[in-house]
């Protein structure tokens, strides 16, 4: 191998490189291309942290790859590669050290005897910018007074996530901001986010107040920020600041007084006569509702939104029975990781139901069900060398296998009623195609029907210290729970489409005319077209409501599903690894492994939901002061930076967490300080840069049953929403530029 002087590789080392990284150059240097496994071999270092430190390298440009008879073999691109990255290296350096010889010198002109003289401070880019504004914060004495022209909003604002940690450090230290804003759309749409923002914001007359830059009062301080060409000066002049204020404080009042004596001049309503508005009132409506033609254009909308109910009622059936096959395969793919294999193997017979390990397994069984809503049978059953048979190893009812217990609740006991002891076989036969994936990965059955009744059901292997599945955990929930909870959501408007066709039929009924003439009479051409019109902006408002009615069936279905997982997680997770959790260097213990390799496991169990994060944390400080325990993401032996959605650029919310990292929840209303007392899911879905999330929460509790931790879950659910309105995009265009149509042509054809 190539040996490099000392000089060169200490100077490497100062200049970045790892030593793992000049391992591999110097096996590079000397050996040419290479894989992994061949660098292993002579290194004595494992694949993973030589994949790790050869990432860095390919990233710095510094190494390639090739392929030789289809294997990728790392390469030293140049030694040049080396030499000019080195010299990148140290510019920056230079430039950074630049950099802290003029903050020193700041600070020295501080400390000056001459205090009387104005300090003055320029600042460039974003960077620049980021901090005049905190220098500014620093400066200020708990309130901040603004000049503000508002050029764009809030979304499109290229300091919007500094911004973000900027109200966050303001809410904490309790500085207010006061706002002299022009009166334009972007200023009213500014001004109304105050609430969110902490601050105060009056609107002017752009016409009276023509100010082009960004203008901050700041104790001391007065800044100016042009955005527009990323350059800011700040100014430490007490005399000034005192001028600018008075100024401020001069525009403010006057235009408060201003606002407030034209809102009390407003020009008074003439106000019609109780009774003669009432007359109106009451003559319209019954002219409306009482008129055959009304009454028969409501009986053929009534027919339509039937029609397009009844086909809404069938399409949320099924989004029913997905909503509860996701749940209970979600249950199952958390749940089976909770038994011990050892247990299960010592279980094969009816008499095993005298052993501790029956009992064992039982109980944690009836744990599960008694943390899910709603769950009917909960069991563990194994293959046999008979592909059509599984066999029970436990039932979470079958405790005291001579019991008599009415499992369904119907009175009687029967065969439905049967407790399955340890050993008896289960017939599978049709259902061979998901018994065998079940072996493998969870999986949902389709209601389908046993002695025990129609159920909808999810299973999910129970695999041994290698990998091998020995058994599988069955969840069951009644299939009549797909009827019952559409019922829920449709009751209302049964009701409303029995009693409203038992009125049009009265009515009708008390006319003297033949129906059939006043058919006739109401179904001219250009009658048809105004009740065309009306019935499809009709169905374009039922649709449109159910389309919104979905979206809120969607997210009740993922959060309850999702709430399902963090619930069975936060029972398997103990309370007592997470008060050994405190430190970043806690992640080198085995203790931190163990809870790390369970939050993983969600993920593995339940691959066919795009789960994003999964966390656990505490309460530290009331109300709202929170720090991160465990994360699935973050590990000592991982990067500390993971760029999740692809961008390039390093954000604050894809560096590794690490334990007693702090969080601030800046919204009181949010579920998440809530999750510590019971199990939730978030109200709305949260939209960011990631993707369209949605998160649930459930608390972890000590041998007490005190809450002193929790679990946090979140997954994607863009891919899912945007099929959603797929689905109904084509209705809702066709109902819309139906009825547009109508009305154009109504309004175009004369009388």
């Given amino acids: 191998m190539t040996?490099?002087?000392?000089?060169?590789?200490?100077?490497?080392?100062?200049?970045?490189?790892?030593?793992?990284?000049?391992?591999?150059?110097?096996?590079?240097?000397?050996?040419?291309?290479?894989?992994?496994?061949?660098?292993?071999?002579?290194?004595?270092?494992?694949?993973?942290?030589?994949?790790?430190?050869?990432?860095?390298?390919?990233?710095?440009?510094i190494l390639g790859k090739e392929i030789v008879n289809d294997s990728p073999k790392l390469t030293l691109s140049s030694l040049e590669a080396v030499v000019a990255w080195v010299h990148e290296n140290g510019e920056m350096t230079r430039k950074s050290m630049e950099r802290r010889e003029q903050d020193l010198q700041s600070f020295v002109d501080s400390l000056s005897p001459n205090k009387s003289r104005a300090d003055i401070e320029h600042f460039e880019e974003m960077d620049g910018l980021e901090q005049a504004y905190t220098k500014l914060l620093e400066g200020c004495n708990g309130v901040m007074l603004h000049f503000l022209p508002v050029r764009h909003t809030e979304v499109e604002d290229p300091l919007r996530d500094f911004l973000v940690q900027f109200f966050r450090v303001r809410r904490r230290t309790g500085t207010i901001t006061r706002v002299i804003a022009h009166d334009t759309p972007l200023g009213r749409r500014y001004q109304s986010r105050d609430p969110f923002e902490y601050r105060q914001t009056l609107l002017v007359p752009e016409s009276v107040y023509a100010f082009n830059t960004e203008k901050v009062i700041a104790g001391d301080w007065v800044g100016t920020i042009n955005h527009a060409d990323a350059k800011a000066l700040i100014i430490r002049s007490p005399e000034m600041a005192h001028t600018e204020r008075a100024m401020f404080e001069a525009i403010w009042k006057q235009e408060m007084a201003k606002q407030k004596e034209k809102g009390d001049a407003g020009v008074p309503v003439v106000v019609p006569k109780e009774e003669e508005m009432k007359t109106k009132m009451v003559s319209a409506a019954r002219e409306?509702?009482?008129?055959?033609?009304?009454?028969?254009?409501?009986?053929?909308?009534?027919?339509?939104?039937?029609?397009?109910?009844?086909?809404?009622?069938?399409?949320?059936?099924?989004?029913?029975?997905?909503?509860?096959?996701?749940q209970v395969k979600g249950i199952a793919a958390t749940g089976a990781v909770q038994f011990d294999t050892t247990d299960l193997d010592k279980l094969h017979t009816k008499d095993d139901a005298q052993k501790p390990e029956y009992e064992k397994v039982i109980l944690q069984l009836r744990k599960i069900?008694?943390?899910?809503?709603?769950?009917?049978?909960?069991?563990?059953?194994?293959?046999?060398?008979?592909?059509?048979?599984?066999?029970?190893?436990?039932?979470?009812?079958?405790?005291?296998?001579?019991?008599?217990i009415d499992l369904n609740k119907d009175g009687i006991i029967d065969d439905a009623d049967w407790l399955s002891p340890p050993g008896e076989l289960y017939d599978v036969s049709g259902l061979e195609d998901r018994v065998i994936e079940a072996l493998s990965n969870s999986v949902a059955f389709e209601p389908y029907t046993d002695q025990w009744g129609t159920f909808i059901s999810g299973w999910a292997p129970i695999k041994d210290s290698e990998g091998k599945t020995i058994a599988i955990l069955g969840i069951d929930r009644h299939a009549d729970d797909v009827y019952l909870l559409t019922l829920e959501d449709f009751t209302p408007f049964y009701y409303f489409f029995g009693f409203f066709t038992l009125f049009l039929i009265i009515r009708f009924a008390a006319f003297n005319r033949s129906l059939l003439k006043e058919v006739l009479q109401v179904?001219?051409?250009?009658?048809?077209?105004?009740?065309?019109?009306?019935?499809?902006?009709?169905?374009?408002?039922?649709?449109?409501?159910?389309?919104?009615?979905?979206?809120?069936?969607?997210?009740?279905?993922?959060?309850?599903?999702?709430?399902?997982?963090?619930?069975?997680?936060?029972?398997?997770?103990?309370?007592?690894?997470?008060?050994?959790?405190?430190?970043?260097?806690?992640?080198?213990?085995?203790?931190y492994q163990k809870v790390f390799n369970q939050l993983n496991s969600v993920r593995d169990g339940n691959k066919n939901m795009d789960i994003r994060y999964v966390y656990t944390y505490r309460?530290?400080?009331?109300?709202?002061?929170?720090?991160?325990?465990?994360?699935?993401?973050?590990?000592?032996?991982?990067?500390?930076?993971?760029?999740?959605?692809?961008?390039?650029?390093?954000?604050?919310?894809?560096?590794?967490?690490?334990?007693?990292?702090?969080?601030?929840?800046?919204v009181p209303s949010q579920p998440f300080r809530h999750s510590l007392q019971y199990p939730l899911y978030d109200e709305d879905y949260a939209i960011d840069q990631w993707g369209t999330l949605l998160g649930s929460y459930a608390p972890i509790k000590d041998k007490e049953g005190k809450s002193v931790a929790a679990i946090?879950?979140?997954?994607?659910?863009?891919?899912?929403?945007?099929?959603?309105?797929?689905?109904?995009?084509?209705?809702?265009?066709?109902?819309?530029?139906?009825?547009?149509?109508?009305?154009?042509?109504?309004?175009?054809?004369?009388?």
């Fill in 369 to 404: 069900r008694e943390q899910n809503d709603r769950i009917t049978y909960a069991y563990i059953m194994r293959p046999t060398s008979n592909k059509a048979f599984f066999e029970f190893v436990a039932d979470a009812d079958s405790l005291n296998l001579d019991a008599k």
């Fill in 3 to 61: 040996q490099l002087p000392a000089a060169i590789e200490q100077y490497l080392l100062e200049c970045g490189f790892t030593s793992t990284e000049i391992l591999i150059l110097k096996h590079l240097l000397a050996g040419g291309s290479m894989t992994l496994r061949e660098l292993a071999a002579k290194t004595g270092k494992s694949t993973g942290v030589l994949d790790s430190a050869s990432k860095k390298l390919l990233k710095k440009g």
């Fill in 619 to 666: 309460l530290i400080a009331e109300p709202d002061v929170f720090e991160f325990i465990v994360d699935a993401d973050s590990n000592y032996n991982l990067p500390s930076w993971v760029d999740f959605n692809g961008d390039g650029i390093r954000d604050p919310d894809e560096e590794n967490v690490w334990p007693g990292k702090q969080y601030v929840d800046p």
């Fill in 523 to 591: 179904f001219q051409f250009r009658k048809v077209l105004i009740v065309c019109a009306f019935c499809a902006e009709i169905a374009f408002g039922i649709t449109l409501i159910f389309y919104l009615h979905t979206l809120s069936l969607l997210k009740e279905q993922i959060g309850q599903h999702l709430m399902s997982i963090a619930v069975t997680t936060a029972a398997e997770i103990n309370s007592e690894d997470l008060e050994k959790l405190h430190w970043a260097k806690d992640m080198h213990t085995a203790t």
């Fill in 288 to 326: 409306f509702f009482l008129s055959r033609k009304t009454l028969l254009s409501f009986a053929v909308c009534c027919v339509l939104a039937a029609s397009v109910t009844y086909a809404l009622y069938l399409r949320n059936v099924d989004l029913n029975v997905a909503r509860i096959s996701e």
């Fill in 712 to 751: 946090g879950i979140s997954i994607d659910v863009s891919d899912i929403l945007k099929l959603t309105r797929e689905q109904f995009s084509v209705w809702l265009w066709f109902s819309g530029i139906f009825a547009l149509l109508i009305t154009v042509v109504l309004i175009a054809r004369p009388k």
